[in-house]
């Protein structure tokens, strides 16, 4: 059974700081990587996709990923209220089919205190 | 990334009778689409790959005869509820996988379900 973990939170960060989320995965065959956030009610929205060891930065969000460790983090610079959501770690699954499969963490509930 | 729509957004149905939610993917053609569900501060269960022009696959313990999904163009699934329970009611959510676009899934906007 493979499978994604997560914090499930609550996490409460202040405005500004810098929110660290984490993920581990079980497939040591996974090779790609994604955070998605979800905000309540809705459906989740892509943030940042990582294949390859290390940081990769996108704005005020970096991706990071040790596939030795089979651990993925997601950083948030300066936090905005508007970052309050639940973020969801996946990891592709891959398939006889050529059609490669997500797993997502249970996710975790992020709040930003003004 | 991808724009993907589903319609209805939301539905409220009687227990026994079926419901069917569409999901279109708008601004390319999608040979595999797939069907999640998500109960309240759970997160997301895959439940089918729905194939273009095949059958779907479907994950364990997820009922074929219940949940029927058809797959007839590059630009719509659909996915029939049969004969819905209260126990069904969820947040239904498809995604599309554009080509050239590695395992990156985007997600359609999602339909509620309540059936009473």
């Known amino acids: 059974q493979k499978e994604v973990e997560q914090n499930s939170g609550p996490l409460s960060v202040p405005e500004g700081a810098i929110a660290s989320l984490n993920c581990t995965y079980s497939?040591?065959?996974?090779?790609?990587f994604f955070w998605y956030r979800q905000y309540s009610g809705k459906s989740p929205e892509l943030i940042m996709s990582?294949?390859?060891?290390g940081d990769k930065e996108d704005g005020r969000f970096t991706a990071q990923l040790n596939k030795a460790s089979q651990y993925v983090s997601l950083l948030i610079r300066d936090s905005q209220p508007s970052d309050s959501a639940t973020y969801l770690c996946?990891?592709?699954?891959?398939?006889?089919?050529?059609?490669?499969?997500?797993?997502f963490g249970t996710g975790t509930r992020l709040t930003i205190i003004p | 990334g991808a724009v993907v729509s589903q319609h209805p957004s939301r539905v409220i149905c009687k227990s026994g009778t079926s419901v069917k939610i569409e999901c279109r993917s708008l601004?390319?053609?999608?040979?595999?689409m797939f069907w999640y569900r998500q109960f309240p501060k759970q997160s997301l269960m895959l439940m089918a790959t729905?194939?273009?022009?095949?059958?779907?696959?479907?994950e364990q313990g997820v009922e074929k005869d219940k949940f029927l999904i058809n797959h007839a163009s590059l630009t719509l699934s659909t996915l029939t509820v049969t004969s819905a329970h209260p126990e069904d009611s969820s947040f239904y959510i498809c995604?599309?996988?554009?080509?050239?676009?590695?395992?990156?899934?985007?997600f359609g906007p999602g339909t509620r379900l309540l059936v009473l």
């Open positions: 729905s194939n273009e022009g095949s059958k779907a696959t479907y």
């Open positions: 601004d390319f053609q999608a040979t595999t």
């Open positions: 497939d040591r065959g996974s090779q790609s």
């Open positions: 996946a990891v592709n699954e891959d398939t006889n089919f050529g059609n490669e499969k997500l797993t």
């Open positions: 995604s599309v996988n554009p080509s050239g676009s590695g395992e990156t899934q985007y």
């Open positions: 990582i294949y390859s060891n």
